[in-house]
Nanobody, 120 residues
Framework: VQLQASGGGSVQAGGSLRLSCAASGRSFSSYGMGWFRQAPGKEREFVASISWGGARTNVVDSVKGRFTISRDSAKNTVYLQMNSLKPEDTAVYYC??????????????WGQGTQVTVSS
């Protein structure tokens, strides 16, 4: 599975962005998917995950009520809708395929990352 993340950019606080992660490979629908982020000088952290069928989702507390993860298996794509963005959301965002876990070690495949910058 190859993953291509896109949709990052620069926005002002309170704005919105939708990240996309397009997957190649016929086994996409069998993988859980996750989004992680890494800010400068910080460790990579879990943001959101979705199960292979889409029935189970999980988001980190700091983004609850603002971020939503979804997937479209027909398009082999997973999305991260980010609303009410804050400066502390600034990071490189990575998508990953594997088990829908909060732990990065449970993901086998990783995308290249897309930069999100939120200004105050």
């Amino acid at each position: 599975v190859q993953l291509q993340a896109s949709g990052g950019g620069s926005v002002q606080a309170g704005g919105s962005l939708r990240l996309s992660c397009a997957a190649s490979g016929r086994s996409f629908s069998s993988y859980g998917m996750g989004w992680f982020r890494q800010a400068p000088g910080k460790e990579r952290e879990f943001v959101a995950s979705i199960s292979w069928g889409g029935a189970r989702t999980n988001v980190v507390d700091s983004v609850k009520g603002r971020f939503t993860i979804s997937r479209d298996s027909a398009k082999n794509t997973v999305y991260l809708q980010m609303n009410s963005l804050k400066p502390e959301d600034t990071a490189v965002y990575y998508c990953a395929a594997g088990d829908d876990s909060t732990w990065s070690g449970r993901y086998r495949y990783w995308g290249q990352g897309t930069q999100v910058t939120v200004s105050s």
